[in-house]
T-cell receptor
Framework: ETGVTQSPTHLIKTRGQQVTLRCSSQ?????VSWYQQALGQGPQFIFQ???????GRGNFPPRFSGLQFPNYSSELNVNALELDDSALYLC???????????FGSGTRLTVV | AQSVSQHNHHVILSEAASLELGCNYS??????LFWYVQYPGQHLQLLLK??????LVKGIKGFEAEFIKSKFSFNLRKPSVQWSDTAEYFC???????????FGSGTQLTVLP
């Protein structure tokens, strides 16, 4: 079975710009969650998508938004980038009602 | 809101030493508990998980963890560590009907050969 794949692996953006990160979920998984992992910290929950709708959100501002597509892949969009948005962004897929989460390797975003 | 505490930020051990990493959470209801490992440059990998039943859970690579409900703890143990266990370890909790995992801040384990 394929795992979770994320693209790109690294990205450098300028403050104020917008960025889109992509995630392909593991085969058989219909739920995608996004996490932000700042340096030296544990991952922080951003939001979760199921059946193409957001069904859970952490303490992140509206400039963090997402999409889920019919094939269960997902995008994370961040507008008006700030320096503090520099982090590793992790995507995790799971089966709704299940208990297993499979994480991707992440996208390292640097905002300068 | 629930929180997870990992009190050991950096642990340094010699090979063959025993390991115990602490994890405490703050939530009074039903929890699912997880330990993940992150090797340098790699993705988070599940070591073990607890949902219900026997509070002593065995995972991969010789790791185990014990859920002590009265202490709100889920400590990770390994009798004899190897150099290849050098990595960052994260405890995570899924509280009640929450959809997300809440992670601790992680413990960096360095095993000296």
């Amino acid at each position: 079975e394929t795992g979770v794949t994320q693209s790109p692996t690294h990205l450098i953006k300028t403050r104020g710009q917008q960025v889109t990160l992509r995630c392909s979920s593991q085969s058989g998984h219909n739920t995608v969650s996004w996490y932000q992992q700042a340096l030296g910290q544990g991952p922080q929950f951003i939001f979760q998508y199921y059946r193409e709708e957001e069904n859970g959100r952490g303490n992140f501002p509206p400039r963090f938004s997402g999409l889920q597509f019919p094939n269960y892949s997902s995008e994370l969009n961040v507008n008006a980038l700030e320096l503090d948005d520099s982090a590793l962004y992790l995507c995790a897929s799971s089966q709704e009602g299940g208990y297993g989460y499979t994480f991707g390797s992440g996208t390292r975003l640097t905002v300068v | 809101a629930q929180s997870v505490s990992q009190h050991n930020h950096h642990v340094i051990l010699s090979e063959a030493a025993s390991l115990e990493l602490g994890c405490n959470y703050s939530y009074g209801g039903t929890v699912n508990l997880f330990w993940y490992v992150q090797y340098p440059g790699q993705h988070l990998q599940l070591l073990l998980k607890y949902f219900s039943g026997d509070p002593l859970v065995k995972g991969i690579k010789g790791f185990e963890a014990e859920f002590i409900k009265s202490k709100f703890s889920f400590n990770l143990r390994k009798p004899s560590v190897q150099w290849s266990d050098t990595a960052e370890y994260f405890c995570a909790v899924r509280a009640g009907s929450a959809r997300q995992l809440t992670f601790g801040s992680g413990t960096q384990l360095t095993v000296l050969p």
